[in-house]
């Protein structure tokens, strides 16, 4: 079974600054895809950052990056130039490739110090 | 685009009845939904997937006659909760599954429902 772990219960980070949040997972395939999700107080899950398994390249979107380690089953998230906004609950998730099914991690929540 | 929504958003029902919520694609295509269901301060914990035309597949430990899920059509999927209990209220969010142009899909996520249960 494919386990997603988040390590933070709670990160926060100063306004303009730079925050990483945790994540491994476990699995035996090769091939399969990590995702970022942002849960803000609305609850609207919204998607951050997806990595494909098979890219050995980094996947950033603007002010997000992640840290992906295929070896280490490790899949980090940066955020660069911490704004207010993005102070919500940080879900990592788990998709076998052909295969639907996602697998989240219990969440770290992020809060921004202005 | 790529936008899911769920009606309704809030619903209060007494213990015993049954409640429906609805899960819409408004852009685009799904040939699987998901549902899931969302504890305070929990992670997403995976329900059911659910295929246009076929029957739900359901995670172990979710009983199939108690959360009957329907998807009738490419865009709608619905999660009806029969004779609800107190114990039902939760947080229930949807999914719908797009192909995007790299062939890979992605989940795209409704709003939520919460749901009271008196």
């Known amino acids: 079974a494919q386990t997603v772990t988040q390590s933070q219960p709670e990160m926060s980070v100063q306004e303009a600054e730079t925050v990483t949040l945790s994540c491994t997972y476990d699995t035996s395939e090769s091939d399969y895809y990590l995702f970022w999700y942002k849960q803000p107080p609305s609850r609207q899950m919204i998607l951050v950052i997806r990595?494909?398994?098979?890219?050995?390249q980094n996947a950033t979107e603007n002010r997000f990056s992640v840290n992906f380690q295929k070896a280490a089953k490790s899949f980090s998230l940066k955020i660069s130039d911490s704004q207010l906004g993005d102070a919500a609950m940080y879900f990592c998730a788990y998709q076998k490739y052909n295969n639907n099914d996602m697998r989240f991690g219990a969440g770290t929540r992020l809060t921004v110090k202005p | 685009g790529a936008v899911v929504s769920q009606h309704p958003s809030w619903v209060i029902c007494k213990s015993g009845t049954s409640v429906k919520i609805e899960c819409r694609s408004l852009?685009?295509?799904?040939?699987?939904m998901f549902w899931y269901r969302q504890f305070p301060k929990q992670s997403l914990m995976l329900m059911a997937t659910?295929?246009?035309?076929?029957?739900?597949?359901?995670e172990q430990g979710v009983e199939k006659d108690k959360f009957l899920i329907n998807h009738a059509s490419l865009t709608l999927s619905t999660l009806t909760v029969t004779s609800a209990h107190p114990e039902d209220s939760s947080f229930y969010i949807c999914?719908?599954?797009?192909?995007?142009?790299?062939?890979?899909?992605?989940?795209?996520f409704g709003p939520g429902t919460r749901l009271t249960v008196l």
């Open positions: 659910s295929n246009e035309g076929s029957k739900a597949t359901y």
């Open positions: 999914s719908a599954s797009k192909r995007e142009r790299s062939s890979t899909d992605t989940q795209y």
């Open positions: 852009d685009f295509q799904a040939t699987t």
């Open positions: 990595q494909e398994a098979y890219k050995q």
